[in-house]
C-alpha cells in the first residue's frame, strides 16, 4: 500500500471510529510503529488529524462536512449499487421526493425508463440529471443556494416540502446511530430533511455501510422514522439484525 493510500485510510478510520491507535495501526497495515508514527504526523501537519498519547483522533468537528467532490469519489461502486436497487423500488407513476447528497444521486441516474414521474428536489445536481427526461415532472423547491453543495436551503425549500405529499422518499444522511438516529452536518440541511420526512408516506433512506455507527452535528429524526434502508453488502450482521427488529426493512446491494 502506498503512502498516500495509507494516509486516506487512516483518516477513513479516525472518521468511522473517532480515535485510533498506532498499535492497532501497526497491526492493520503490516507496518513499522515508526512507519506510522511518520504517518500520523504528517496528517497533523495537514491539519486532519491530532495525535494523541498512542494514536490520533480528528481535528475535524462533528460539524465539518467533506465537500461535495470529495464525497462523491468515496464507496462509488456502492453508491451505483445502493441507486440500482433504490431505483428498483419505484414505479411508473410514483411521486418521490429526492434528498440532496452522492448516494440520492445515483438514485436519480437510474431511473432511465421509469414513466410519468414526479419528483420533489432541493439538489440542482439531481436537477441537472433529470433535466432532459421528458417523462420525468421536475419541481425545484426554491431557496438560499449552497455554493459548494448546489443544495437549496432555508424557509422556501423547506415550506416547499410542506406543501407536497409524495409516494416515496429517497433520503441521504450524514450519520445513521441507534443512539442518536438520522443526524447531519449542516443545520439547515437538517430543517429541511425533517420538513421532507413528514410529507412522505413511504421513507427510504440510501445509505452506505460508512455512515452507520456515526453521529454527527445535527439531529433529524429518529431511526424508527424510516421504513427501508437501502445499503451495501458490507454492514456488518449485526447492525442488520437490529435494524430488522426495529421493523426496518434492510436492502443489501
Do not use: W
Request: with cysteine.
Amino acid at each position: 500500500m502506498l503512502a498516500r493510500e495509507r494516509h486516506q485510510a487512516i483518516l477513513q478510520l479516525i472518521e468511522n471510529q473517532g480515535a485510533v491507535t498506532v498499535a492497532d495501526l501497526c497491526h492493520r497495515f503490516a507496518v513499522s510503529d515508526m512507519t506510522i508514527r511518520r504517518d500520523l504526523a504528517e496528517l497533523e501537519r495537514a491539519g486532519l488529524i491530532r495525535r494523541v498519547y498512542g494514536g490520533a483522533v480528528s481535528a475535524r468537528g462533528r460539524s465539518y462536512e467533506p465537500p461535495f467532490l470529495t464525497r462523491s469519489g468515496e464507496s462509488q461502486a456502492e453508491k451505483e449499487r445502493i441507486g440500482q436497487a433504490a431505483a428498483a423500488l419505484i414505479h411508473d407513476g410514483d411521486s418521490l421526493a429526492l434528498d440532496v447528497g452522492t448516494t440520492t444521486l445515483e438514485v436519480a441516474r437510474h431511473l432511465k425508463g421509469k414513466h410519468n414521474l414526479t419528483i420533489v428536489t432541493n439538489s440542482l445536481h439531481i436537477a441537472n440529471a433529470l433535466a432532459n427526461q421528458s417523462d420525468i415532472r421536475l419541481i425545484l423547491t426554491g431557496g438560499i443556494l449552497r455554493p459548494n453543495e448546489l443544495s437549496l436551503i432555508g424557509h422556501l425549500a423547506e415550506r416547499a416540502f410542506q406543501d407536497f405529499f409524495v409516494d416515496k422518499l429517497f433520503l441521504g444522511i450524514g450519520g445513521v446511530s441507534f443512539e442518536a438516529g438520522l443526524t447531519e452536518f449542516n443545520l439547515e440541511d437538517a430543517l429541511v430533511k425533517r420538513a421532507m420526512l413528514n410529507m412522505a408516506k413511504e421513507r427510504i433512506l440510501v445509505a452506505d455501510a460508512r455512515k452507520f455507527s456515526r453521529v454527527v452535528f445535527a439531529s433529524v429524526a429518529p431511526l424508527s422514522a424510516i421504513h427501508k434502508i437501502v445499503t451495501d453488502a458490507s454492514l456488518d450482521a449485526t447492525i442488520v439484525k437490529r435494524l430488522q427488529e426495529m421493523n426496518i426493512e434492510v436492502i443489501l446491494a
